[in-house]
């Protein structure tokens, strides 16, 4: 049964600001403004930020009258995006071999088979959350049968983990807002106006209507959710992983020819690592099925 971890940062704006620069002190309030020609409103606050009253979409005037030692820091989307790959990156290293950023504020990761090596999936979560909360980032991890209901679940809590039992991913997400299905907003506020408010009052609705009026996005969101319809995770590369492949014409299935074509990769693995004089310390088999 697959199990995917996901990693919500719902603080990374802030907390790249405070990783860059350590001598900010704790109790420093922190806004992240954007700004679009004269509006400026706030894009991320931190923990003080929030607990004074400032929230996202707040216009930046207001946040800095209602809390006068706020600090307002300009927002810088692609230094998030360079934080979000390097904690990726370092993820990769650590967790699990298929690895990959999720949307601007996450990280997705298969585990399938992986939980044992962490002493189970609570263990493993625990560890996850404490290392991030080590490396002073804000995480919410969730692990569920699916990409799309560990991303909903993980950005549903309040609290640092969340497991999802395998099998009871509806009576985890039914409840849950259809913001979480990963649709477009403009779909999102037309299924609101609707009257849709959570998922499960939108799986339980009959699929033909929605696609004449939606197309087939909100189905298959639906589907990779509950498990109906695969969602492979493309796993992030850095240039300095030694790997090598193979891909066939046909699938191959017999033990005997799946060892014999791993044993040839695992020679050529060696050749690759002498001919840079190094060595490993961890190598992972990664086998695409050929439904995906």
């Not at 929030?50 to 006068?68: D, E, I, N, T």
């Not at 050749?271 to 990664?286: F, K």
């Amino acid at each position: 049964m697959t199990r995917v971890v996901s990693i919500y940062l719902p603080d990374l704006p802030t907390d790249r600001i405070r990783r860059a620069d350590p001598s900010i002190p704790p109790e420093q309030a922190i806004a992240v403004i954007a700004r679009s020609g004269s509006k400026r409103w706030v894009s991320a606050a931190d923990a003080a930020a929030r607990k004074a009253g400032v929230h996202v979409g707040m216009p930046a005037a207001k946040a800095q009258a209602l809390f006068r030692g706020l600090m307002l820091v300009d927002a810088d989307p692609v230094k998030d995006a360079a934080a979000l790959e390097r904690i990726t990156l370092w993820a990769l290293t650590l967790y699990s071999p298929i690895v990959a950023v999720d949307g601007i504020d996450g990280i997705v990761m298969d585990t399938e088979g992986a939980d044992h090596l962490q002493g189970g999936e609570l263990a493993m979560v625990t560890k996850i959350a404490n290392q991030f909360l080590a490396k002073k980032l804000t995480p919410r991890v969730a692990i569920a049968d699916s990409w799309g209901a560990a991303h909903a679940c993980a950005r549903a809590i309040s609290r640092e983990t969340v497991i999802v039992p395998s099998g009871e991913t509806v009576r985890a997400v039914e409840k849950l807002p259809i913001s979480l299905l990963r649709l477009p907003g403009k779909v999102v506020s037309d299924l609101r106006t609707l009257g849709f408010q959570m998922i499960g009052e939108l799986a339980n609705t009959p699929r033909a209507p929605l696609t004449l009026r939606f197309g087939p996005e909100i189905g298959r969101r639906l589907d990779q959710m509950f498990g109906r319809a695969s969602e492979p995770i493309d796993p992030i590369r850095t240039a300095e992983l030694v790997e090598v492949s193979r891909a066939f014409a046909e699938p191959i299935g017999a033990a005997e020819t799946i060892d014999k074509y791993v044993g040839r990769l695992v020679v050529q693995l060696i050749e690759e690592l002498q001919r840079r004089g190094l060595g490993v310390r961890r190598a992972d088999l990664i086998v695409e099925k050929v439904d995906g």
